[in-house]
């Protein structure tokens, strides 16, 4: 069974702060993608990584994917308020068409 | 509007009512999902299809629950005897892959309330 974990599970930080947000696998992932989920809504692509080792940069945003395809992170400068949300990675494990998802890490950021 | 949407946004049913839900896809997508989510966590997979077949059912799929995508393009979800466990978000997905890579897009769901 191919699963992504995801950690932490929830944050809650003060504006102006960093974090990272982890996304772990015992599986080969040709690609991972990031969404954002506020409540009611569904999930929002923000970034695709596909080649092992690369970083893609939005804004405050940076993700990056593991050399081994295989875990990935989000990184966030400078955390404001609107940046709360359901962060979940998410792709499709080598050899499935399975489209599965991260457990989530629920993000509050305090004005 | 050419995003993936979801019909309807809320259902409140009563127990052992049956319910359907639609999704119509982004037209040029050839996969299309279904989710399930609970408060706080991630979408959990139900299942799945690649034009009109259905290729993958998860075990969280009970008998009471049957999609199709007849014609390869909308698809619905049904839950027969609705029991109040099924209250959730259900979410549907549509995606291709190209180069490997699959992004899915999603609609806005379909919160259901069994009471």
């Known amino acids: 069974t191919q699963l992504l974990e995801q950690s932490p599970q929830f944050l809650s930080i003060q504006e102006g702060e960093n974090l990272t947000v982890y996304c772990n696998s015992s599986?080969?992932?040709?690609?991972l993608q990031w969404y954002r989920q506020e409540p009611g809504e569904g999930p929002v692509l923000l970034v695709t990584v596909v080649t092992g080792g690369e970083v893609k940069k939005l804004k405050r945003l940076t993700f990056q994917f593991g050399d081994a395809r295989k875990d990935s992170s989000l990184h966030i400068t400078a955390a404001q308020p609107g940046d709360t949300g359901l962060y979940l990675c998410a792709g499709e494990a080598s050899g499935t068409y399975k489209y599965i998802f991260g457990t989530g890490t629920r993000l509050k950021v305090l004005a | 509007d050419t995003g993936v949407s979801q019909d309807p946004r809320h259902k409140i049913t009563k127990r052992g009512q049956n319910v359907t839900f639609r999704c119509d896809p982004i037209s040029e997508h050839n996969r299309l999902y279904w989710y399930r989510q609970t408060l706080g966590q991630g979408p959990e997979f139900l299942t799945y299809f690649q034009n009109e077949a259905q290729l993958e059912k998860s075990r969280l799929l009970s008998d009471r629950f049957s999609a199709e995508r007849p014609k390869g393009s909308f698809s619905t979800l049904e839950i027969q005897r609705t029991e109040q466990g099924d209250s959730a978000m259900y979410l549907c997905?549509?995606?291709?892959?190209?180069?490997?890579?699959?992004?899915?897009?999603f609609g806005q769901g379909t919160r259901l309330t069994v009471v």
């Open positions: 599986s080969v992932f040709s690609s």
């Open positions: 997905a549509s995606s291709f892959s190209f180069g490997g890579r699959t992004e899915a897009f």
